[in-house]
Protein backbone atom coordinates (compact mmCIF):
# COMPACT_ATOMS: atom_id res chain seq x y z
CA UNK A 1 0.00 0.00 0.00
CA UNK A 2 1.33 3.37 -1.08
CA UNK A 3 -0.47 6.53 0.55
CA UNK A 4 0.26 9.55 -1.89
CA UNK A 5 0.08 13.53 -0.79
CA UNK A 6 0.41 16.12 -3.64
CA UNK A 7 1.15 20.01 -2.74
CA UNK A 8 2.21 22.56 -4.35
CA UNK A 9 -1.10 23.89 -6.58
CA UNK A 10 -2.56 26.99 -6.42
CA UNK A 11 -3.63 29.89 -8.91
CA UNK A 12 -1.57 31.44 -11.43
CA UNK A 13 -1.13 33.31 -14.55
CA UNK A 14 -1.11 32.48 -18.14
CA UNK A 15 2.85 32.00 -18.45
CA UNK A 16 3.82 31.77 -14.94
CA UNK A 17 4.97 28.21 -12.93
CA UNK A 18 4.56 25.79 -10.45
CA UNK A 19 6.14 23.28 -9.17
CA UNK A 20 3.95 19.65 -7.49
CA UNK A 21 5.66 17.59 -4.83
CA UNK A 22 4.29 14.23 -4.18
CA UNK A 23 5.34 12.50 -0.88
CA UNK A 24 4.52 8.70 -0.72
CA UNK A 25 4.98 6.65 2.70
CA UNK A 26 3.50 3.35 3.60
CA UNK A 27 4.95 0.36 2.08
CA UNK A 28 5.85 2.42 -0.65
CA UNK A 29 8.93 2.34 -2.49
CA UNK A 30 9.25 -0.72 -3.78
CA UNK A 31 7.51 1.90 -6.40
CA UNK A 32 8.43 1.00 -10.33
CA UNK A 33 6.62 3.90 -11.50
CA UNK A 34 5.37 7.69 -10.51
CA UNK A 35 3.34 9.55 -12.51
CA UNK A 36 1.08 12.58 -13.07
CA UNK A 37 -2.33 12.40 -14.31
CA UNK A 38 -4.80 15.81 -14.94
CA UNK A 39 -8.45 15.91 -14.62
CA UNK A 40 -10.38 18.90 -15.68
CA UNK A 41 -14.16 19.73 -15.30
CA UNK A 42 -16.25 17.67 -17.51
CA UNK A 43 -12.94 15.92 -19.05
CA UNK A 44 -11.82 12.31 -18.31
CA UNK A 45 -8.57 11.85 -16.66
CA UNK A 46 -5.11 12.28 -18.71
CA UNK A 47 -1.53 11.82 -18.59
CA UNK A 48 1.14 14.16 -17.98
CA UNK A 49 4.18 12.51 -17.34
CA UNK A 50 6.07 9.74 -16.12
CA UNK A 51 8.80 8.48 -14.51
CA UNK A 52 10.49 5.50 -13.95
CA UNK A 53 12.40 5.09 -10.14
CA UNK A 54 15.51 4.28 -12.27
CA UNK A 55 15.10 7.90 -13.23
CA UNK A 56 16.43 6.57 -16.67
CA UNK A 57 13.49 6.87 -18.63
CA UNK A 58 10.38 9.95 -18.71
CA UNK A 59 7.42 10.32 -20.20
CA UNK A 60 5.45 13.20 -21.15
CA UNK A 61 1.82 13.98 -22.98
CA UNK A 62 2.73 15.63 -26.27
CA UNK A 63 1.02 18.85 -24.67
CA UNK A 64 2.98 19.64 -22.22
CA UNK A 65 6.09 18.37 -23.40
CA UNK A 66 8.95 20.78 -23.23
CA UNK A 67 7.41 22.84 -20.55
CA UNK A 68 6.45 20.35 -17.71
CA UNK A 69 9.24 18.34 -16.08
CA UNK A 70 9.30 15.41 -14.26
CA UNK A 71 11.69 14.30 -11.52
CA UNK A 72 12.34 12.37 -8.32
CA UNK A 73 13.85 12.11 -5.34
CA UNK A 74 14.46 8.14 -4.19
CA UNK A 75 15.78 9.30 -0.84
CA UNK A 76 13.00 11.61 -0.19
CA UNK A 77 10.32 9.16 -1.46
CA UNK A 78 9.31 11.89 -3.42
CA UNK A 79 8.73 13.09 -7.20
CA UNK A 80 7.73 16.31 -8.79
CA UNK A 81 6.30 18.16 -11.60
CA UNK A 82 8.21 21.56 -12.97
CA UNK A 83 5.35 23.20 -14.81
CA UNK A 84 6.40 26.16 -16.49
CA UNK A 85 4.79 28.38 -19.09
CA UNK A 86 1.56 27.32 -18.15
CA UNK A 87 -1.37 28.08 -20.02
CA UNK A 88 -5.45 27.96 -19.03
CA UNK A 89 -5.52 24.46 -20.64
CA UNK A 90 -3.60 23.35 -17.97
CA UNK A 91 -6.15 24.12 -15.28
CA UNK A 92 -7.35 20.98 -13.72
CA UNK A 93 -7.13 18.78 -10.72
CA UNK A 94 -3.67 16.73 -10.84
CA UNK A 95 -3.45 13.38 -9.31
CA UNK A 96 0.22 11.44 -8.14
CA UNK A 97 0.28 7.90 -8.96
CA UNK A 98 2.83 5.47 -8.70
CA UNK A 99 3.06 1.37 -9.43
CA UNK A 100 5.17 -0.63 -7.31
CA UNK A 101 5.30 -3.53 -10.72
CA UNK A 102 7.08 -2.51 -13.69
CA UNK A 103 4.69 -1.17 -16.18
CA UNK A 104 5.89 -1.34 -20.39
CA UNK A 105 6.16 1.46 -22.22
CA UNK A 106 3.04 1.52 -23.87
CA UNK A 107 1.19 1.30 -20.76
CA UNK A 108 2.61 4.10 -19.15
CA UNK A 109 -0.03 6.41 -20.54
CA UNK A 110 -2.82 4.44 -19.04
CA UNK A 111 -4.90 5.18 -16.11
CA UNK A 112 -5.59 1.70 -15.32
CA UNK A 113 -2.24 0.58 -15.02
CA UNK A 114 -2.03 2.66 -11.92
CA UNK A 115 -2.96 1.30 -8.70
CA UNK A 116 -2.35 3.75 -6.03
CA UNK A 117 -3.67 7.67 -6.42
CA UNK A 118 -3.08 10.86 -4.67
CA UNK A 119 -6.27 12.95 -3.69
CA UNK A 120 -5.26 15.55 -5.92
CA UNK A 121 -4.27 19.27 -5.84
CA UNK A 122 -5.80 21.78 -8.05
CA UNK A 123 -3.93 24.02 -10.71
CA UNK A 124 -5.52 27.17 -11.95
CA UNK A 125 -4.14 28.82 -14.42
CA UNK A 126 -5.72 32.53 -15.19
CA UNK A 127 -5.68 34.03 -18.58
Known amino acids: QADLVESGGGLVQSGGSLRLSCAASGRTFSTSVMGWFRQAPGKEREFVAA????????YYADSVKGRFTISSDNAENTVYLQMNSLKPEDTAVYYC????????????????????WGQGTQVTVSS
Open 97 to 116: TSASMSIGSSGIYYARNYPY
Open 51 to 58: TRRSGVST
